[in-house]
């Protein structure tokens, strides 16, 4: 595997379960960040991890539940989602998490729709 | 309130002729500017990027240009391929940010 990986790519859940998703990165980064792509909006910051330690939380919502055990795993976590969180959530890593400096690196996403 | 506008969501360009993607600002602390380019089914992957500090960068056929006092930027592709066909997004950073600020994207078509 090369690159940002992302899985499931595709994830139907109910609004009671708890999922959870997954993202590996085999580029040797030191952060790692979780984004959201509405239907018509921008892509919008979820997290920011640096070297494991979380450096933005960008007012998220607590039924998302974001997880870095390492600097190459980044897990999001999911419980009692709405429907309006139907979307697709992207991963990205870079060797640093300094925006002028450091390029982000995304994987393909999941596509996640909440019934 | 979006402070990164891209204000055309298509664009249809011949191949072979010039594409050019625009992308409006309103945040004056932003200073460092960046394309992505999108194919169905991919992530983002970075294409070309331009600090506050200049008003061109070019790599290859792609070249950016960056209008600080109309807080506009503009992405050229010359000559446009079919392989360009993608949605391009424009972002924004301030410095020392974490942050990278999208717009919702243009889909460019070139047209063979």
New interface residues.
């Given amino acids: 595997e090369t690159g940002?990986t992302q899985t499931p790519r595709h994830l139907v859940m109910g609004m009671t379960n708890k999922k959870s998703l997954k993202c590996e990165q085999h580029l040797g980064h030191n952060?790692m960040y979780w984004y959201k792509q509405s239907a018509?909006?921008?892509?919008?910051?979820m997290f920011?991890y640096?070297l494991e330690e979380r450096?933005?939380n960008?007012s998220v919502p607590s039924r998302f539940s974001p997880e870095c055990p390492n600097s190459s795993h980044l897990f999001l976590h999911l419980h009692t989602l709405q429907p309006e969180d139907s979307a697709l959530y992207?991963c990205?890593s870079s060797q640093g998490?300094?925006?002028?400096t450091d390029?982000?690196?995304?994987?393909?996403?999941t596509r996640l729709t909440v019934l | 309130d979006q402070q990164v506008k891209q204000n055309s969501p298509s664009l249809s360009v011949q191949e072979g002729r010039i594409s050019i993607l625009n992308c409006d600002y309103t945040n004056s602390m932003f200073d460092y500017f960046l394309w992505y380019k999108k194919y169905p089914a991919e992530g983002p992957t970075f294409l070309i990027s331009i600090s506050s500090i200049k008003d061109k960068n070019e790599d290859g056929r792609f070249t950016v240009f960056l209008n600080k006092s109309a807080k506009h930027l503009s992405l050229h592709i010359v000559p446009s391929q079919p392989g360009d066909s993608a949605v391009y997004f424009c972002a924004a950073s301030g410095a020392g940010s974490y942050q990278l600020t999208f717009g919702k994207g243009t889909k460019l078509s070139v047209i063979p």
């Fill in positions: 940002v952060a018509k909006k921008p892509l919008e910051l920011v640096s450096v933005e960008n992207l990205a998490a300094r925006t002028s390029t982000q690196y995304f994987g393909p996403g």
